[in-house]
């Protein structure tokens, strides 16, 4: 027994709580590496997470192309997305207060969700678990659906994989140079409009993927990510803006708060993260994992 | 001196509105409200407003030689968001009554500001049995159907059927409360038991954490106390974690056409729900629906057939009683019988309650449906006696016992 709870039904909600914590771990990574990188604050983040699962439900239904071409393809449509947005709109934004990309991309965010809504309505859409990963094998002290194993494993996979890009390449130097020193890198012959597209086309994508990810668990709906923007951007808050690891780390961390608070007082679990998100802000001003500016 | 002044200046505004509302200033103007952008946008929503449009359109347009108009907004589900709209409207536009009002803390706190202002409200979108319970007014009415009447119908079928002890997943909010207590109260009475339950807040998106706890507690059936998007998500993960294989039934207490159609009937097949209104049920209401789908392209569940024949009955009464004047209005609505698309035989009890027929419905295998929308099976018809509360059990004090 473990305060009062039975110690099986401790290790269940543990692992669903890691479960949850792998969406937030991959949304706010994205988030994170647009911050970092762009300075810019990106409410769109949502929208794009709900166009990857909308990318998945539309490719099975109008073509008949299945889930796994579409874990491939739908985050590469919602970069290209991406990557036109911030070369026609966001770009002209980076000289301006922060604030200005905040503004945008929460009005991108408000108009691409109102014109899903008024397309497919609220309700949202039902897509299937892949065959492959249908079913559940039970653990013991819990019957973990298979797809939700697969969930766990491959974000980890995505979150590691991007942060050695980022920190161990050749290409995530330039990147982080050319956010430093835009000028000077510039003038080293590295094409930096370029990096800077890049880099929000894939904080998009990694959106989408999430998205994608999401589709067969929760009901493909306009609203799905306006439902989960605000929590990640508190997870991103509490790992330190711009912090990639930070915002990893974090994104376990308060799914597994989340996941606990839901067995001990369930009235709460919509708010325990903003709860702590308000003690780490005035013990750690900058973030579990920030740096102090 | 100046507070002489501020007195009188009070009064002088205070009987010049009452002077604009006795007046019906020159049309009949009746208010949608409700959610048309948050979870229960698809089970009321903007379809609701088309459906009083439809209303008002079958009455001819005029009443009492006034046109009529229907105007809308959008509360957002927040009670604070909806008083603001409705106080408004009454204020300065001249509403002269409110409907729809879907989600029950929204119902009460439009029913309650009505109230005092003697304005119509007729509520087809929220559930809870409080609105035509202690809370109850003069002036407030309750149409479609209520958390007592699915209780009965989709409860009682679950317990008929050898589901006798529950656990609910409530909606943390009035109408969670609401539906979980009835439901509760009901499997009580036919003697089952109530082995646990859980609250989540409203618009949760994963439900995988409540469910576990549903799981272990070995209840025969999960009662989802709840509603729209949340009900979807619920059952869909609860087909995840393997819940229905390994034998536990799952009551989605409130389930309308509308979320059958999002969740598709692969997931959905097989669930008894109850509404007060279902479109391919006789040619009347196929009519109606075929109607209905041509200018919204959704076939109508119980709210939006509920809001079509709220706003004819409150048009018919305002023509009984040849005033739109709030006394006058609630007195014919409490007199008229309901007979249209939605009621046979409909009639308005003391406390404001609508007493009608329900459905006991089951959704269709993938297989048994023969066109689109051709969800529900019915499985009964549920008088509306044993529907809806006794209304001198209701707790109402404007039923004189």
């Known amino acids: 027994m473990i305060f009062g709870i039975p110690l099986q039904a401790f290790l269940g909600q543990l692992l669903i709580g890691l479960i949850n914590g792998s969406f937030y771990a991959l949304l706010s990574l994205g988030l994170a590496i647009i911050f970092g990188l762009l300075r810019v604050i990106n409410f769109a983040h949502g929208a794009q997470y709900m166009l990857g699962a909308f990318f998945a439900w539309l490719l099975l239904s109008y073509f008949g192309i299945g889930y796994w071409p579409a874990l491939i393809v739908a985050p590469l449509a919602v970069g290209l997305v991406g990557a036109i947005i911030e070369r026609t709109m966001l770009r002209r934004l980076y000289s301006l207060d922060p604030l200005y990309g905040l503004l945008f991309t929460f009005g991108l965010a408000l108009t691409i969700e109102g014109t899903f809504r008024y397309l497919y309505g609220a309700s949202g859409q039902p897509y299937a678990t892949p065959a492959t990963l249908a079913g559940g094998t039970n653990l013991g002290f819990m019957f973990l659906p298979i797809y939700r194993g697969w969930v766990i494993a491959f974000s980890l996979v995505v979150c590691i994989g991007t942060w050695l890009v980022i920190e161990k390449t050749k290409l995530g130097s330039y990147l982080r140079a050319a956010t430093e020193n835009p000028i000077l890198v510039q003038s080293f012959g590295i094409n930096v409009p370029f990096l800077l597209t890049l880099t929000y086309a894939l904080g998009a994508a990694l959106a989408a993927l999430a998205g994608v990810l999401a589709a067969p668990i929760y009901q493909v709906s306009p609203l799905m990510g306006s439902n989960i923007i605000i929590v990640v951007f508190a997870v991103v808050v509490v790992g330190g803006m711009g912090s990639i690891m930070g915002a990893i780390v974090t994104g376990y961390l308060l799914g597994v708060a989340e996941g606990l608070t839901k067995v001990f007082y369930p009235e709460a679990s919509n708010i325990v993260i903003f709860v702590i998100m308000a003690i780490v802000l005035l013990i750690r001003p900058a973030g579990l994992f920030g740096r102090d500016v | 001196m100046t507070k002489k002044l501020l007195t009188a200046f009070a009064m002088m505004l205070a009987s010049s509105t009452a002077a604009f509302a006795d007046a019906s200033d020159g049309k009949v103007k009746i208010g949608i409200l409700n959610d048309q952008s948050g979870v229960y946008a698809d089970f009321g929503g903007k ?52 409907m729809e009002l879907t989600s029950s803390s929204v119902g009460l706190a439009v029913q309650a500001l009505s109230k005092e202002k003697k304005k119509i409200t007729i509520n087809t979108g929220a559930a809870t049995t409080e609105l035509t319970g202690k809370q109850c007014s003069p002036y407030g009415f309750h149409w479609a159907y209520d958390t007592h009447a699915l209780a009965v119908g989709t409860g009682g079928a679950l317990v008929k059927q050898g589901g006798d002890s529950w656990f609910f997943l409530t909606a943390d909010y009035a109408f969670g409360y609401s539906l979980e207590e009835n439901t509760g109260n009901y499997v009580k009475e036919n003697g089952g038991t109530v082995v646990g339950s859980v609250r989540h807040p409203l618009a949760t998106t994963d439900f995988s954490s409540f469910l576990l706890q549903a799981q272990s507690s070995g209840a025969k059936v999960i009662g989802l106390a709840n509603a729209g998007l949340d009900t979807s998500n619920a059952i869909k993960q609860a087909a995840e974690f393997g819940i229905v294989q390994g034998g536990q039934r799952l009551a989605a207490l409130l389930f309308t056409l509308a979320e059958v159609h999002g969740l598709g009937l692969e997931a959905a097949q097989g669930l008894t729900l109850t509404e007060g209104f279902y479109w391919n049920r006789n040619e009347e209401t196929a009519k109606f629906g075929k109607r209905f789908m041509e200018r919204t392209g959704k076939m109508p569940n119980m709210v939006h057939a509920g809001t079509y024949s709220a706003v004819l009955s409150y048009l018919k009464a305002i023509e009984k009683a040849g005033s739109d004047d709030g006394d006058a209005v609630a007195k014919e609505l409490r007199a008229l019988p309901v007979n249209d698309v939605f009621a046979e035989n409909g009639k308005v009890a003391e406390n404001g309650r609508m007493i009608h027929d329900m459905y006991l419905l089951e959704v269709k295998k993938p297989d048994e449906s023969k066109e689109p929308w051709d969800y529900f099976k019915v499985l009964a018809t549920i008088p509306g006696s044993e529907a809806f509360i006794d209304p001198a059990k209701s707790g109402c004090d404007l039923v004189k016992s």
């Not at chain 2, 009492?64 to 009670?79: F, R, S, Y």
């Open chain 2, 47 to 98: 379809s609701s407003y088309e459906a009083a449009l439809m209303a008002v359109e079958d009455f001819g347009g005029k009443v009492l030689g006034v046109p009529v108009e229907v105007i809308t907004a959008d509360h957002q589900n927040k009670a604070d968001i909806a008083s603001n709209i409705a106080r408004q409207w009454y204020d300065t536009e001249q509403v002269d009554s409110i």
